[in-house]
């Protein structure tokens, strides 16, 4: 029996997709614990490129169950179509996706009030595509659930509930259209009958399945550092991405969690606004994300892209009590001359003891560096960690003695034949 949990260490994007997809052949279930369709998971195989929104990355493995949990919010249109675009390509859904009945749904009016949202002076940086509000009705006990579509009476009840509310908001202070109780209604008792054979009782499910002695892996979307708690708040996603929450996400216990496992980018990227002390506002910025493809899988926004940070990193392996970490995209740094790690960072001229995620000390910090020499070659084709050259693998022993992290995985391309395990990196 082995349950373990996969975060992304930094602001995400660090590509869990294709880590997922790798580390999913030796699994039998893989469970998404949170957030929505506003992240985007990306798995090359072959000449064919998947970009998964909510169904977990190991739908592309034949043998492997995937379960959406109940710390998923689930937007009926965007689950629809990526089912109908894997049984496009043949790949068998049936039978192998679970959704748990407990799963919060985002309605046509969350999405409303999210592109709203970000139209005014505070913007965050959403997708736009209605999490943050979903998750805002869930807290606030006024969210519609998976189960809700399995009584008519009810969810029709707390569709035109929550319309009374916020149509009301929408007209008058929003100045904009409100929405149609009916169509909203007969859309989602649809959607339902779509769904229905995929519902499940994913904690009584997952838990039996430990006590069978099956294995599982707990994919999280976006990074530690957009964690509602332990991120960079208020410039956060709406959920918990880090380790604890793959247990609130999916109902499987703390004591039953065996490993944690870290995917990091070998430098930073970020979407959407708040700090970030190594970014790059120059060409080797730019040289970055056009090297890297560093545009939003969801959206197409291209990506804040700057050099390496071991603060940061440190800080996502303690909340997370993480064990070993993929490093992916290494190959993207082929080109340069000289690569910059950060180290620490000065604030008001002092070195700071520990990762400061308020805003204003971190917006303000003097990000320190040290230097390494590139290694100028390419490194796409290596297949194993003996095969990189001796710069290569200089860069990986620094930053993860600058990080106290083990580095159990290395990715040097976006294929699955470009990822090796390593022992140690020493």
Request: hydrophobic fraction near 35%; include cysteine; glycine fraction near 10%.
């Amino acid at each position: 029996m082995s349950v373990t949990v996969l975060v992304g260490s930094q602001w995400g994007d660090e590509g869990k997709g294709k880590i997922v997809d790798i580390l999913s052949e030796k699994y039998d279930i893989v469970t998404r614990y949170q957030g929505g369709a506003n992240a985007g998971h990306t798995v090359a195989i072959g000449d064919k490129q998947y970009i998964l929104h909510l169904i977990p990355s190991g739908i592309l493995r034949d043998k492997v169950i995937c379960v959406i949990g109940n710390g998923v919010v689930i937007d009926p249109t965007a689950l629809l179509d990526e089912i109908a675009l894997l049984k496009k390509n043949n790949i068998k859904v049936d039978g192998r996706l679970f959704i748990s009945h407990n799963a919060h749904l985002i309605m046509p009016y969350h999405k409303l009030l999210d592109s709203i949202s970000e139209q005014g002076n505070n913007k965050i940086g959403t997708t736009g595509r209605g999490i943050g509000p979903c998750y805002i009705d869930k807290f606030a006990r006024k969210g519609i659930k998976i189960v809700d579509l399995l009584n008519k009476k009810v969810l029709e009840e707390k569709i035109r509930e929550n319309l009374k509310e916020k149509n009301k908001l929408l007209e008058k202070i929003y100045d904009s259209k409100g929405l149609d109780v009916e169509e909203i209604i007969e859309q989602y008792l649809a959607f339902d009958k779509a769904i229905d054979k995929y519902i499940k009782d994913v904690p009584a499910f997952l838990n039996e399945a430990i006590s069978k002695g099956k294995s599982i892996l707990l994919e999280g979307a976006q990074g530690a550092l957009l964690d509602v708690d332990h991120g960079t708040y208020p410039f956060v996603t709406s959920s918990s991405p880090t380790a604890g929450g793959a247990c609130t996400g999916t109902g499987i216990p703390p004591t039953k969690i065996n490993n944690v496992i870290g995917i990091v980018k070998a430098y930073t990227t970020r979407v959407g606004n708040g700090p970030f002390p190594t970014e790059l506002l120059n060409d080797e910025g730019e040289n970055l994300r056009k090297i890297g493809a560093e545009y939003g899988a969801t959206t197409g926004r291209p990506r804040r892209c700057g050099w390496f940070d071991a603060p940061l990193v440190k800080y996502s392996a303690m909340v997370n009590g993480i064990d070993s970490v993929a490093i992916t995209k290494l190959d993207v740094l082929s080109g340069f001359d000289e690569i910059k790690i950060c180290t620490g960072y000065k604030l008001n001229g002092k070195l700071l003891k520990s990762y400061p995620t308020d805003v204003d000390r971190l917006s303000a910090v003097i990000p320190v560096y040290e230097s390494l020499p590139g290694w100028k070659s390419d490194i796409s084709g290596c297949l194993s960690y003996d095969d990189l050259p001796e710069k290569t693998k200089n860069y990986l022993n620094f930053i993860t003695e600058k990080s106290g992290i083990n580095i159990s995985i290395i990715s040097v391309g976006p294929k699955r034949q470009q990822t090796f395990y390593v022992s140690s990196v020493r």
